[in-house]
Structures are given as structure tokens and as C-alpha cells.
Nanobody, 123 residues
Framework: QVLLVESGGGLVQAGGSLRLSCAAS????????MGWFRQAPGKEREFIAA????????YYADSVKGRFTISRDNAKNTAYLQMNSLKPEDTAVYYC????????????????WGQGTQVTVSS
């Protein structure tokens, strides 16, 4: 069992930056791949980024590639999402998730989810 708690969301102007954190507890953090997803009002939850449990390989959606960076600190049991050059269309609730195996890009492969943190980008 893994408990995930996101933080770092808020209101930012277009072009600004935010760093989201996802603190994990309850199990061996380094044994899980971590992912970030987001869901805007009226839209489906979409994949943003993932980082492997082993070699730290990273994966991104085309919509955020070059602007967002996922990372993890296994010593702190925390995953991060650095978001730069934010756009109004990045406005959504952002969720972190953990998986032991499966497709990084698909939400159904993630076994544990945080409660989400709101990111609002004003124009």
C-alpha cells in the first residue's frame, strides 16, 4: 500500500513556473515507477510524465515536452514535476500516481493515486 500526497499547486500567470511534489509513504518508494496526470474540467484524465523505478528514464506527453521535467528523490520518497513556461491550457487538477509494472502512459496501469492539486494558469 502506498499513500501519495501532492502539493505545490496554485495560481500562476502564463509564462510562470511551479514545482509540484508528490510525497509517498507506506511502502518502498524506489520499487515504484511514478507518473503525473492531469484532468481539466470536462476532459478526460491525461498522461503528462513518468519516471521509471530503476534507471530514472523519463517519458513525456508531447504537449509538455521541453517545458515540464519529472524527477524523483528516492531518499526523500518524493517525486517532482517542474513546470516551466506555463500556459492557460495547462490549467487542471494534477495527480501523481505509482505503479509496479505496466504501460507508463495509461492510467489503468497505476495502482495508487494522490488526491490531486489544482494548477491554474491565468492569461
Amino acid at each position: 500500500q502506498v499513500l501519495l500526497v501532492e502539493s505545490g499547486g496554485g495560481l500562476v500567470q502564463a509564462g510562470g513556473s511551479l514545482r509540484l511534489s508528490c510525497a509517498a509513504s507506506g511502502s518502498i518508494f524506489s520499487s515504484y515507477a511514478m507518473g503525473w496526470f492531469r484532468q481539466a474540467p470536462g476532459k478526460e484524465r491525461e498522461f503528462i510524465a513518468a519516471i521509471s523505478r530503476s534507471d530514472g528514464s523519463t517519458y513525456y506527453a508531447d504537449s509538455v515536452k521541453g517545458r515540464f521535467t519529472i524527477s524523483r528523490d528516492n531518499a526523500k520518497n518524493t517525486a517532482y514535476l517542474q513546470m516551466n513556461s506555463l500556459k492557460p491550457e495547462d490549467t487542471a487538477v494534477y495527480y501523481c500516481a505509482a505503479q509496479k509494472w505496466g504501460n507508463y502512459y495509461q492510467s489503468q496501469w497505476y495502482h495508487y493515486w494522490g488526491q490531486g492539486t489544482q494548477v491554474t494558469v491565468s492569461s
